[in-house]
């Protein structure tokens, strides 16, 4: 299996991809989505969501920075986009780190079918068992999938997404993709990608594009553009020079996925399948 | 006629620009006014729109990630502006992608008086025809302005201008701008920059100041703006080097900008008039 | 009196601070967080602030894009913070500039007992005669601190930290951080830095971190937070190459500060305490 052509795909179709997402990172999450190859709009008014969905290939939805107005919104987004087909993604950020994340996430859940939800360890645990141990906007270090853990850890990805009957991408230093089944073990990236704020969230804005992209292939999709994220933050680190820190590291990455080719991603991709 | 003095006007005076915007591209707007020598202020409540407006010299309404309150805030804030004679800039970011922006650019045109209308040619149709074909917040391609259709797309920009009475601004490959008698046709830029999200954002706020500091010159200095917006993007993009992308561009133009000279400006811009 | 140690104390325990801030600068404020070896998290519904507050260690309370949902979450955040004895900090953004942030911020002073008042002078002068003299979001020439007027500075400075029983910290070429009874006098940083957006933001979300990380020693907590910003200006400013400006020495001055070291910070600073 190749994860190359689904990058190419995003750069032959150039998705649309509607995201209601958090003021924190969004002009990131914008620069990404172009930079892989598509093309975002960002709104989250109840009174137009429904139709810029309609106009999107899919959504992606992001709890950070909530608030009753826009919890509406990704409620009638994420319908609409279920009844169009549409590929629908949530960034459950910060589930566990209070009661109105986690009971919105839990809200969404139920209300929308969703392709893939993508986390932290601790906020896909939240998911599980209604309650977190998430510090703030970070994954709790007891949580974290490690090699120790790996097996399990599967495990309950696959259990996870049996469950919910959705893909689910728990990122961390190991990420993991699994649907009911299979499970990728993705092996990329660097730890200092965790001192810029907001890869998450570019991260879960590019898999969106990259699911509408392979609607057909959506296991794969989702492990293509974790891989592609991955890579680009060990070719960013590798031109880092002297002085630069986490501004210009955030700036090489996004540079890293505007010139990332299919034959680097092959090349680069380090990933089981188990 | 010379743009270089629309520059430096902005230099000499400082203008203070009031922007009620979206808060995807909010960052880069308030970076490049200051880098063209003006100071950006933010702010879109109700309860203070007026004011804040009151002690500025121009008024950037965007209507990106528009909502509900913040629609209230920018016809207060454009009647005020209106009243004190003071700048007002329009960028109907989107109008053609919901009835919301639609309406809402359409309300706007009509409760203020507007002194120039800034959009691609998707969002410029859209308020001739009241409903668009733009593709999310990008131009349609069928729409393009292009050397073959430029005779016809003058003629609709001029009327454009004519029937709203303001100068419009219609920015894609070829920039146009223009009054009822008289069209800036440009030829800076580069392709590359619509690969970084609000570019156009950002040229909607530079304009404002640029409007400020020649309130005579209007059409003038909307046209020296944009050649200076252009023109950045090419010096920008000459000095990318090998593994830059969309991220480093951003901030390469902001800094293109934050460098130019008048004399710079005088020798690169590319434009007739027509 | 050495300052490096209160850079070690905040890498040391990894301070989670909650911000509930602006949409202008809010990236760059949850980067510079990072950058100093703090978490950030930004959370600003009523529904949540009293919880994400309780699990975070300070507050940094914003006023710039404030809005009446915001202003009750302001309110209600900074008086569980109160409650739990956590640090709380309040950057008067644009204080002055209308009734709405003047009398915000006089509610906030009266209903919150903040450990640090950051602003420029002419938002801290407009807490002291309940109007200003503020010109958009930046200080007013007219009430700049100078060497000239410093003495009669430092005298407002420690009667303003007397009278409102906390730290105040006024920033511009010279800063001055004054308790009751002692005033730092910190002359670091570059004229330059008022040409990025949002460099004050900043330093208030790095100083909160600094405070929950040293919280016996507040008034020597603060001046460190500022010398750090101020030399990492400095170090942004000698990396500057041809071409580079406003955006670039953004990211600079980030990455300075990701890289400062304790003893770069004692080599550099350079205060009196007066």
Known sequence: MMLGKYLDNVRATIPL??????????????????????????????????????????????????????IDSMLLAGQVANELGHVVLLDPVGAGASKLRTSTA??????????????????????????????????????????????????????????????????????????????????????????????????????TAFLVASPNEKLEATAAAIATMGIAGEIAFDHMQEGDGNATYRNRIIDAIYNMTSSTLEMRAKYEVR
């Open 17 to 70: 991809v509607h995201n209601i997402t958090n003021y924190v990172t969004v002009n990131d999450v914008a620069n990404v989505i172009l930079a892989c190859g598509a093309s975002p709009i960002m709104a989250d008014d109840a009174l137009e969501v429904a139709e810029i969905t309609s106009i999107c290939g899919g959504l992606n939805i992001n709890i950070g920075t909530l608030n009753e107005r826009t």
């Open 106 to 207: 839990e809200r969404l859940v139920e209300a929308i079918k969703f392709d893939v939800v993508r986390g932290n360890i601790s906020e896909i645990k939240t998911l599980v068992i209604g309650s977190g141990t998430t510090k703030g906007v970070d994954a709790n270090e007891a949580d974290t999938v490690t090699e120790d853990n790996l097996e399990s850890m599967i495990g309950f990805a696959k259990n996870f997404a049996k469950d919910k009957k959705c893909i689910v991408a728990i990122t961390g230093a190991i990420d993991l993709v699994a649907d009911a089944n299979k499970c990728y073990v993705i092996r990329n990236g660097r730890a200092e990608m965790s001192k810029i704020t907001g890869t998450g969230c570019q991260l879960s804005g590019m898999i």
